[in-house]
């Protein structure tokens, strides 16, 4: 197997399947810019020695004159689409004009021209930080055909040319995926991207007058889950200077990107963490792209793509096969732990996804949580770690400091993958009907009282067939939960519950039967909450008002039938709790199934999610239908009884053909 090696470099083989030029990892990195893009990013706008007049670009007071750019761009005579090479040779000259009159500005004069055009990004002030030093990507500016309306399509076109076409500049894509180092970026463009911004903001308040509309920013997205994301202790300021001793040897980081990754730690060290975690993030894919690379016997797939082909970025690296169905040999290295996590950060549906929110500007960098930037960075740090062959390495991971950071990567187990949310699911709803017990009840002796009330039977047909079903689902218990008395006690309780959930089950790369199943399973735990919250609601209204004695006649005798079910409604929504718990702890055995015996699986637990739905309906405020609830429950538990008396003999009988 290929082995990283310090300063960025591999021992590989030859790629076999990968297009292009012929580098192998065992040269030093230098550049993750394929020939034709670094001619293009690096060398096409010098090419051409022409100077402009700065007045003909912007106006005293910062009015940016569209038409001087777009006279610049060009097109091909044959279908009249954008000539990207020759665009870019007439637009350097620009640029360098540009750059020099805003190195020209203090930052009193950059922001008394300008300050007001960047309004419209509504972050301001990040476009004053940045000046005339730091570049800043336009995000997805060319999504919205509607934009083309409000700027014109030479304004698009101009776009498309800096950071929209994989055929231009693509200034966006190749840093935010990690490709570029700080020295490749021509200091030019950057400037010219704040022009384009501040221009564009003087077209959109150009055009909302005269159409006579307001701008609208989209809420941003706010971090709920916080308390979820807390994995790794904070890192302490000797963590930090650690780390970047770390990031100087470290096999994961070329030398050409070491400024990004500086950049990143001292962001953190200053408290701007939105600006911490969009340095890393490039970088952390950066230096995956290279072990990616490395590991799968493909060098070139650490270079940009050309435009004709995809680039290499954490969606294909993340996968279980690469485009030759090949197995991606990635997964493996990382482990299993590294990969749930960066499929929790970014990925998985009810995760942060860090990487999408920010580079879609939907978060605000100004409030971009600590929690976040801090279990991000100590990820890498750990990732910093494991991949070199540097002896001094050796202190690094066992210092007081980073040991701990190692210890957490290596038991991390998902927390927004559905089988995750679900065992949170089940839990949280079993918590709420462990609580009924201490609801408020009517003593018995005012029950009494009432005059011509039918006593209804101690006991229900429903606690029997829960009983049967109990015995039989013992035998699918791990042999160390296994129970051998008063299973509806024991068997139901919040205690082997907890203590099922924390099974560990496989998260990675789960077929579409196993996720389909899951989405079942999900519902049907959602519906027993929301029985289990209109008992809660329900059984503490009707006691106030029985007390208050505000209850008619017929409203006291349904409330007396309400605490009669829900008596016998508890252990049957345990059960239900218990058995989606069971299941799913076998959930990768659904994949043998025959596709018959899959589709009777999934009718068996649709008809319980059509129960549930059905007793969500039943027990609520306006329906109040207590005794056709415990009718509906009791032919949901003949139909588990059922399928839980087949599942039984064919275990059965799967152990004697082992015997035999």
Same mark, same amino acid.
């Given at each position: 197997?290929?082995?990283?090696?310090?300063?960025?470099?591999?021992?590989?083989?030859?790629?076999?399947?990968?297009?292009?030029?012929?580098?192998?990892?065992?040269?030093?990195?230098?550049?993750?810019?394929?020939?034709?893009?670094?001619?293009?990013?690096?060398?096409?706008?010098?090419?051409?020695?022409?100077?402009?007049?700065?007045?003909?670009?912007?106006?005293?007071?910062?009015?940016?004159?569209? #038409?001087?750019?777009?006279?610049?761009?060009?097109?091909?005579?044959?279908?009249?689409?954008?000539?990207?090479?020759?665009?870019?040779?007439?637009?350097?000259?620009?640029?360098?004009?540009?750059?020099?009159?805003?190195?020209?500005?203090?930052?009193?004069?950059?922001?008394?021209?300008?300050?007001?055009?960047?309004?419209?990004?509504?972050?301001?002030?990040?476009?004053?930080?940045?000046?005339?030093?730091?570049? &800043?990507?336009?995000?997805?500016?060319?999504?919205?055909?509607?934009?083309?309306?409000?700027?014109?399509?030479?304004?698009?076109?101009?776009?498309?040319?800096?950071?929209?076409?994989?055929?231009?500049?693509?200034?966006?894509?190749?840093?935010?995926?990690?490709?570029?180092?700080?020295?490749?970026?021509?200091?030019?463009?950057?400037?010219?991207?704040?022009?384009?911004?501040?221009?564009?903001?003087?077209?959109?308040?150009?055009?909302?007058?005269?159409?006579?509309?307001?701008?609208?920013?989209?809420?941003?997205?706010? &971090?709920?889950?916080?308390?979820?994301?807390?994995?790794?202790?904070?890192?302490?300021?000797?963590?930090?200077?650690?780390?970047?001793?770390?990031?100087?040897?470290?096999?994961?980081?070329?030398?050409?990107?070491?400024?990004?990754?500086?950049?990143?730690?001292?962001?953190?060290?200053?408290?701007?963490?939105?600006?911490?975690?969009?340095?890393?993030?490039?970088?952390?894919?950066?230096?995956?792209?290279?072990?990616?690379?490395?590991?799968?016997?493909?060098?070139?797939?650490?270079?940009?793509?050309?435009?004709? *082909?995809?680039?290499?970025?954490?969606?294909?690296?993340?996968?279980?096969?690469?485009?030759?169905?090949?197995?991606?040999?990635?997964?493996?290295?990382?482990?299993?732990?590294?990969?749930?996590?960066?499929?929790?950060?970014?990925?998985?549906?009810?995760?942060?996804?860090?990487?999408?929110?920010?580079?879609?500007?939907?978060?605000?960098?100004?409030?971009?949580?600590?929690?976040?930037?801090?279990?991000?960075?100590?990820?890498?740090?750990?990732?910093?770690?494991?991949?070199? +062959?540097?002896?001094?390495?050796?202190?690094?991971?066992?210092?007081?400091?980073?040991?701990?950071?190692? *210890?957490?990567?290596?038991?991390? #187990?998902?927390?927004?993958?559905?089988?995750?949310?679900?065992?949170?699911?089940?839990?949280?709803?079993?918590?709420?009907?462990?609580?009924?017990? +201490?609801?408020?009840?009517?003593?018995?002796?005012?029950?009494?009282?009432?005059?011509?009330?039918?006593?209804?039977?101690?006991?229900?047909?429903?606690?029997?067939?829960?009983? +049967?079903?109990?015995?039989?689902?013992?035998?699918?218990?791990?042999?160390?939960?296994?129970?051998?008395?008063?299973?509806?006690?024991?068997?139901?309780?919040?205690?082997?519950?907890?203590?099922?959930?924390?099974?560990?089950?496989?998260?990675?790369?789960?077929? #579409?039967?196993?996720?389909?199943?899951?989405?079942?399973?999900?519902?049907?735990?959602?519906?027993?909450?929301?029985?289990?919250?209109?008992?809660?609601?329900?059984?503490?209204?009707?006691?106030?008002?029985?007390?208050?004695?505000?209850?008619?006649?017929?409203?006291?005798?349904?409330?007396?039938?309400?605490?009669?079910?829900?008596?016998?409604?508890?252990?049957?929504?345990?059960?239900?709790?218990?058995?989606?718990?069971?299941?799913?702890?076998?959930?990768?055995?659904?994949?043998?199934?025959?596709?018959?015996?899959?589709?009777?699986?999934?009718?068996?637990?649709?008809?319980?999610?059509?129960?549930?739905?059905?007793?969500?309906?039943?027990?609520?405020?306006?329906?109040?239908?207590?005794?056709? *609830?415990?009718?509906?429950?009791?032919?949901?538990?003949?139909?588990?009884?059922?399928?839980?008396?087949?599942?039984?003999?064919?275990?059965?009988?799967?152990?004697?053909?082992?015997?035999?």
């Amino acid at each position: 197997m290929a082995q990283l090696q310090p300063g960025g470099t591999a021992v590989a083989p030859p790629a076999t399947d990968a297009p292009g030029s012929a580098m192998s990892l065992a040269d030093p990195v230098t550049t993750c810019l394929s020939p034709a893009v670094h001619y293009m990013v690096c060398k096409l706008g010098f090419e051409i020695e022409d100077s402009h007049s700065v007045n003909s670009i912007v106006s005293e007071n910062g009015e940016v004159c569209w #038409r001087t750019i777009t006279e610049l761009v060009h097109y091909r005579e044959s279908d009249q689409n954008v000539d990207y090479i020759k665009s870019v040779q007439l637009l350097g000259p620009l640029c360098e004009s540009v750059h020099l009159h805003l190195q020209s500005l203090t930052m009193e004069q950059f922001e008394v021209q300008y300050s007001l055009w960047f309004q419209w990004t509504n972050c301001t002030e990040v476009f004053l930080l940045i000046g005339k030093d730091s570049p &800043f990507l336009l995000r997805d500016l060319l999504a919205s055909q509607e934009l083309a309306a409000v700027f014109g399509q030479s304004v698009m076109n101009v776009l498309r040319v800096f950071i929209g076409s994989p055929y231009g500049l693509n200034l966006r894509n190749i840093l935010w995926h990690g490709f570029a180092s700080p020295q490749e970026i021509p200091a030019k463009y950057c400037s010219m991207l704040l022009i384009l911004t501040a221009g564009l903001g003087q077209l959109l308040k150009i055009y909302l007058l005269q159409t006579e509309t307001i701008l609208v920013h989209r809420p941003y997205i706010a &971090f709920t889950n916080l308390k979820e994301l807390d994995i790794f202790p904070d890192i302490n300021h000797e963590a930090l200077s650690l780390t970047e001793e770390l990031a100087k040897i470290s096999s994961f980081v070329l030398k050409t990107v070491l400024p990004f990754w500086v950049a990143a730690l001292t962001a953190f060290r200053q408290h701007r963490y939105a600006d911490c975690v969009i340095l890393l993030l490039p970088q952390l894919e950066t230096g995956l792209r290279l072990l990616f690379a490395t590991v799968n016997k493909c060098p070139n797939r650490l270079l940009t793509a050309e435009s004709s *082909s995809l680039y290499t970025t954490f969606d294909e690296m993340l996968t279980k096969q690469l485009n030759d169905k090949e197995i991606n040999q990635l997964p493996l290295i990382l482990g299993e732990p590294s990969m749930e996590f960066l499929w929790d950060f970014l990925n998985h549906q009810e995760g942060p996804r860090v990487r999408d929110h920010l580079s879609h500007g939907e978060i605000n960098l100004h409030e971009f949580p600590r929690e976040i930037a801090n279990q991000i960075l100590a990820f890498s740090v750990t990732l910093l770690c494991r991949f070199s +062959e540097v002896e001094e390495l050796t202190a690094f991971k066992e210092h007081t400091a980073i040991k701990p950071l190692i *210890s957490c990567a290596n038991c991390y #187990r998902s927390r927004f993958h559905p089988i995750a949310r679900l065992k949170k699911q089940v839990l949280k709803c079993m918590k709420s009907i462990s609580s009924w017990p +201490e609801l408020p009840i009517v003593p018995e002796e005012q029950i009494q009282e009432i005059p011509g009330l039918e006593r209804s039977a101690e006991t229900s047909p429903c606690i029997s067939v829960t009983t +049967e079903i109990l015995s039989q689902l013992q035998h699918h218990l791990p042999q160390n939960c296994y129970i051998l008395d008063d299973l509806m006690n024991n068997l139901l309780s919040e205690k082997l519950l907890v203590e099922l959930c924390s099974t560990h089950i496989c998260t990675l790369y789960c077929p #579409r039967s196993v996720l389909e199943i899951l989405v079942v399973f999900r519902k049907i735990s959602t519906q027993c909450h929301q029985v289990s919250d209109q008992v809660i609601a329900s059984t503490e209204m009707r006691y106030t008002q029985w007390i208050n004695k505000i209850l008619r006649s017929r409203q006291r005798h349904n409330y007396l039938r309400m605490l009669h079910s829900i008596k016998f409604l508890s252990p049957v929504l345990r059960l239900i709790l218990m058995l989606i718990i069971l299941e799913l702890i076998n959930i990768h055995t659904i994949c043998e199934k025959n596709p018959c015996d899959y589709q009777q699986y999934i009718k068996f637990l649709k008809s319980i999610l059509q129960y549930t739905e059905n007793l969500v309906t039943y027990t609520s405020p306006e329906k109040n239908k207590w005794d056709e *609830s415990m009718e509906l429950t009791h032919k949901a538990l003949i139909k588990i009884r059922t399928f839980s008396e087949r599942k039984l003999t064919l275990m059965q009988l799967a152990t004697q053909v082992k015997l035999s």
